[in-house]
């Protein structure tokens, strides 16, 4: 059905391109609509103007260059989606709204204009603000304790990279955030005591190794250590 259907979505897209609008837009309207829209808890969509052409960037692309329907209206093919710059009538808040495809009249209030300082959750942690970073996904677990943001596997998978590249002091912060993120988890522990280890921080590796087996008695690992630990 999907390959059916291909040659349809590649010949409307096509189509819809070779529609694209050329519009005078004024400075007030660049200002108002330039800047960072929240495309979920973690990820943003940014607005640009370059030589009176919109432009977005959006999942680590640059450049997006959507298709312009009309000054406040574009079609974005990467989304499949008709965007439009609105304004909540009661907050004032300014909105990328989804157009309903059935009718040109009808948006919803979807992605939040934020302020240029604002940073997701990612962007704190890639900048080393890692109390910043911990806050906003506690929040994102709030929210949505499953959501794929909030991944134990990938914030440890980050705390060995920095191991790694022996950033150690980066890595244990890391791993100390995964374990205010899933403090039932004796792998999270596990990988903080090992993180401790590396630093020749014997104590707190066996005060984080005991957790870990608190909480799984058969975690090999951090049953050797303590043992081994104690009898010193």
């Known amino acids: 059905m999907k390959s059916k259907l291909l040659p349809f979505v590649l ?21 108002k609509t330039s800047g960072r829209y929240l495309f979920n808890p973690d990820e943003l969509i940014e607005v640009y ?26 079609f974005m093919v990467d989304m499949y989606q008709k965007l439009r710059f609105v304004q909540h009538p009661e907050t004032k808040e ?14 919803t209030y979807d992605y939040l204009k934020v302020p240029d300082s604002f ?20 929040e994102i677990k709030e929210q949505d304790s499953t959501s794929v943001f909030i991944e134990e596997r990938e914030f440890n998978s980050y705390g060995y990279e920095l191991l790694r590249k022996k950033e150690n002091e980066h890595a244990i912060a890391v791993f100390k955030m995964n374990v205010a993120l899933y403090p ?3 792998n999270v522990y596990d990988s903080l005591a090992d993180a401790y280890l590396r630093t020749g921080d014997s104590l707190n590796a066996y005060e984080n190794y005991k957790k870990a087996l608190e909480l799984n008695s058969g975690n090999p690992r951090a049953k050797q250590f303590v043992k081994a630990f104690e009898k010193e």
Do not use: R
Not at 11 to 16: K, N, P, S, W
Not at 94 to 107: A, P, R, T
């Open 49 to 74: 103007y370059e030589d009176n052409k919109l432009y977005l960037k959006w999942l680590g692309a640059e450049k997006i260059e959507p298709v312009v329907l009309d000054e406040n209206t574009f």
């Open 11 to 31: 010949l409307f897209t096509v189509f819809t391109i070779s529609c694209s609008k050329n519009i005078n837009y004024s400075p007030e309207h660049i200002e």
């Open 184 to 186: 039932e988890s004796d």
């Open 94 to 107: 300014q909105y990328l709204g989804i157009v309903s495809e059935e009718d040109d009249s009808k948006f």
């Open 119 to 138: 940073k997701t959750p990612s962007m704190h942690l890639k900048a080393n603000n890692f109390d910043a970073a911990l806050a906003g996904f506690l």
